[in-house]
C-alpha cells in the first residue's frame, strides 16, 4: 500500500469508479485501436490533462497524480492507460514545460479540449538509442527555422495533429512542434508492433516551424529535454506498474476456477509462490516509481537521471516477467490469441525498448555511480 494524502487517495477512488463503470467491458478488445472515447470520457470528468495548467484546459494538479491516473485508468484498461501516459508524459508535458505562450495556447487545448493527440518523435531510422546520430536538422530563418528529416517508431503520428520533434541545431539538439496540417508531412509506412499498435514511419520536407513552435536548442536546451525523457520513464514506470496488476488480476481469477488433480490450481504451492513473488515484485516497483516521482515533486524539477533509469529498468523487467509468469498459469489457454493475458504478455515487452532500451538505462545508473558513488543513492 503506497502512502497517499487525502487528496490523493479521493483522486485514486474517483478515476478508479470512472475507470471501472466505463472501461472494464471493452479491456483487452482494442486490437490496437486508438480508445479515443475512453479519452473522452476522462476529459468529460476532469480527469484528462491533469498535469496541465488551468488556463489551458488542464486541472492543474502536479506530476504525481498524472502518475496515479496513469496507473489506475491503465489497471483497468491498459490500452487507455497507455494513451494517457503518452498524453501526459511526452509531447504535451514537452510543451507545457519547454514552450512558449504561444505554443502552449495553440496545442494544449488540443489535448484537454479536443479529441486530438500530439505526437513524440525522437528516432530516426538509423538513430535510436544514439541521439547524437540524428539527421533531422533545423536551419535558422527569418522568423523561425525550416527542419528537413524524418522519425521512425512514433506512435500514432498518422492520427496526430502535430508532434514534437527532436531535431539538430547549428548549436546542438533541440526540439520543434510540428504542425501536421501546416507542415509538409509524408506518412512514409505505418508498422504494427507486437502488441498491435501502430508506429508510423514519417519525413518532414522543408517545414517550416515559427520560432514561438522552437521548444528548445542549444546545451541548456539539450538538458532540458532529457528532463523530459526522465519524466517519460516515469509514465512508462506507471503504466508497466499497471499492466503488471492487471496480469496478475487475470491469473488469479483464472487460478481460483480451474480445477486439476481434483482441487483449484491457485491451491497448488508453485502456482501460490507465482502470486507471491509477482506482487512482491510489483509493490517494489511501485514503491520505486511513487518515491521517485514524489521526490521530483517536491524539489519542483525532475526525476534525476540515475532515479529515472531505475524505475524504467526495473519496471520494464519486472511487467515483463510478471506477464509471463501469469502466461504460465493460465496454460494453453494463455496462449491463444485473443486471451487478455496473451496481449498483455505481448505488450509487456515494450517497456524494455521504450523510452530507452535496459542497457541505455543500465549505462545511465552506471555513469552517475562512476561520477558520484553511492552518494548518488542517499
Avoid at 228 to 238: E, M, S, Y
Avoid at 348 to 361: S, V
Wanted: aromatic content about 8%; hydrophobic content about 40%.
Amino acid at each position: 500500500m503506497q502512502l497517499l494524502t487525502t487528496d490523493q487517495r479521493e483522486f485514486v477512488d474517483e478515476v478508479r469508479e470512472v475507470a471501472e463503470r466505463e472501461f472494464a467491458d471493452e479491456a483487452y478488445t482494442w486490437e490496437g485501436e486508438v480508445p479515443w472515447e475512453n479519452i473522452e470520457t476522462l476529459r468529460e470528468s476532469g480527469l484528462y490533462g491533469v498535469n496541465l495548467p488551468e488556463e489551458y484546459g488542464g486541472q492543474g494538479l502536479t506530476d504525481f497524480e498524472a502518475m496515479l491516473l496513469v496507473e489506475t485508468v491503465g489497471r483497468v484498461c491498459p490500452d487507455t492507460g497507455y494513451l494517457a501516459h503518452n498524453q501526459h508524459f511526452t509531447a504535451p508535458r514537452s510543451i507545457n514545460h519547454l514552450g512558449t505562450k504561444a505554443a502552449k495556447e495553440k496545442y494544449l487545448p488540443l489535448v484537454t479540449e479536443e479529441n486530438e493527440f500530439v505526437a513524440f518523435a525522437i528516432s530516426e531510422p538509423d538513430a535510436g538509442s544514439d541521439v547524437a546520430a540524428m539527421e533531422t536538422a533545423a536551419t535558422d530563418v527569418e522568423g523561425g527555422v525550416i527542419v528537413d528529416g524524418e522519425k521512425t517508431w512514433v506512435g500514432n503520428a498518422s492520427k496526430a495533429a502535430a508532434a514534437v520533434v527532436w531535431t539538430k541545431f547549428d548549436d546542438g539538439l533541440g526540439s520543434v512542434v510540428v504542425d501536421f496540417e501546416d507542415a509538409n508531412v509524408e506518412i512514409v509506412n505505418r508498422y504494427e508492433n507486437m502488441a498491435g499498435q501502430e508506429q508510423t514511419h514519417f519525413r518532414i520536407h522543408d517545414a517550416f516551424v515559427p520560432e514561438e513552435d522552437v521548444l528548445a536548442r542549444g546545451t541548456s536546451g539539450f538538458i532540458e529535454q532529457i528532463d523530459a525523457i526522465n519524466w517519460d520513464r516515469v509514465g512508462c514506470a506507471a503504466i508497466a506498474n499497471a499492466q503488471a496488476a492487471c496480469a496478475i488480476d487475470l491469473a488469479l481469477e483464472y487460478a481460483q476456477g480451474r480445477e486439476q488433480f481434483g482441487q483449484k490450481i491457485g491451491d497448488f504451492q508453485g502456482i501460490e509462490w507465482k502470486f507471491a513473488d509477482a506482487a512482491t515484485q510489483l509493490e517494489a516497483s511501485r514503491a520505486l516509481t511513487y518515491t521517485v516521482t514524489r521526490n521530483a515533486v517536491e524539489r519542483g524539477g525532475s526525476p534525476d537521471r540515475m532515479h529515472a533509469a531505475m524505475i524504467a529498468l526495473f519496471s520494464a523487467n519486472m511487467v515483463e516477467k510478471v506477464a509471463s509468469e501469469a502466461l504460465q498459469v493460465h496454460g494453453a489457454r494463455g496462449y491463444q490469441r485473443g486471451n487478455p493475458i496473451e496481449y498483455l504478455y505481448r505488450v509487456a515487452r515494450r517497456w524494455r525498448l521504450a523510452g530507452g532500451t535496459d542497457e541505455i538505462q543500465r549505462n545511465n545508473i552506471a555513469d552517475v555511480l562512476s561520477d558520484e558513488g553511492t552518494s548518488a543513492l542517499f
